[in-house]
């Protein structure tokens, strides 16, 4: 076989990831707009409820036996996807996307340097403390965040820490059945939350369409695209490529929703970039699941 036949699958999985890294951030912002509407919790019941209704009609999970099932890693999984979502679009109400999506990869980057033994990762631990520090409220500034946002914020990069502790638990006992299955146990979060607070605005019919935008957008167009990402790249690939995806959020945000980020948040972004690039190159075991944020 020759090179370029070699060359074709590569680069039609790294074309895959990053229109999966684009649709989740256009899915965002899209959500957003839901805000005025039925609020970030409505947004969120939108996002997983229709989500993993999708999701379940396209892959039937219900065909698949399975006799090792650990409901307890499944059930963590779900959970956490459902609570990170909510959060993550909670913040979204008062920071931009981009800053939002960079204060949630903390959570990722503390698992693997956490993991990491070698002396360089404390170049990219500097780094990582660098874009908190110009990124968090700390001090009265023009471009100051909102703190509730921040801290919403970095609940999702809990959630999303907690999400791969047990996804990888949960992807060994489910396969990739697992993805489909989390949200549905994350829509039981999501969903109750988001009737809660927006009623039967959820029902209205003029709100569908953007509804079913969020979730092809958010969750079973990336999904399936990441799983294509997935058998072709090598994990460490996989995981790089993520690292940009705050960069994608923040362009995402100037172009869909106007929102004009300071140099210095520019700079704090790069160095979450690059950082979280830094520490997956070198990262001895990643884990290779697809990533609801």
């Avoid at 909510?86 to 698992?111: D, Q």
């Avoid at 969903?191 to 019919?205: D, E, F, K, Q, R």
Wanted: aromatic letters at 8%; charged letters at 10%; proline letters at 5%.
């Amino acid at each position: 076989m020759s090179p370029r036949a070699h060359l074709a699958p590569l680069l039609l999985a790294i074309a895959a990831l990053l229109v999966a890294m684009t649709s989740y951030q256009c899915g965002a912002a899209l959500a957003k707009r839901l805000f005025p509407l039925v609020g970030a919790q409505g947004a969120t019941a939108f996002r997983l409820g229709l989500g993993g209704l999708i999701m379940v009609l396209a892959r039937r999970p219900w065909r698949s036996t399975r006799t090792n099932a650990d409901w307890r890693a499944l059930w963590g999984y779900g959970l956490s996807l459902g609570v990170m979502n909510l959060v993550f679009y909670m913040a979204l109400r008062t920071i931009p996307l981009g800053i939002a999506v960079a204060l949630e990869f903390t959570g990722p980057l503390a698992i693997a340097l956490f993991h990491s033994r070698r002396a360089v990762d404390f170049v990219w631990i500097a780094l990582a403390v660098m874009g908190l520090l110009l990124l968090l409220p700390l001090r009265e500034q023009s471009h100051a965040l909102d703190p509730v946002g921040v801290a919403f914020a970095l609940a999702a990069g809990v959630g999303w820490a907690l999400y791969i502790l047990f996804g990888q638990k949960a992807g060994i006992a489910y396969g990739k059945d697992a993805v489909t299955l989390g949200i549905v146990i994350g829509a039981l979060v999501a969903v109750p939350v988001g009737i809660a607070h927006a009623g039967t605005a959820l029902l209205s019919p003029s709100l569908l369409p953007l509804g079913l935008g969020v979730a092809v957008l958010s969750s079973a167009l990336p999904y399936s695209l990441e799983m294509i990402a997935l058998t072709q790249l090598p994990a460490r690939t996989f995981s790089v490529l993520l690292s940009l995806e705050p960069a994608v959020a923040a362009l995402a945000g100037v172009a869909f929703l106007s929102e004009q980020l300071s140099t210095q948040q520019w700079v704090a972004i790069a160095a979450i970039i690059v950082a979280t690039g830094g520490t997956a190159l070198g990262a001895s075991k990643t884990v290779a699941e697809p990533v609801a944020h």
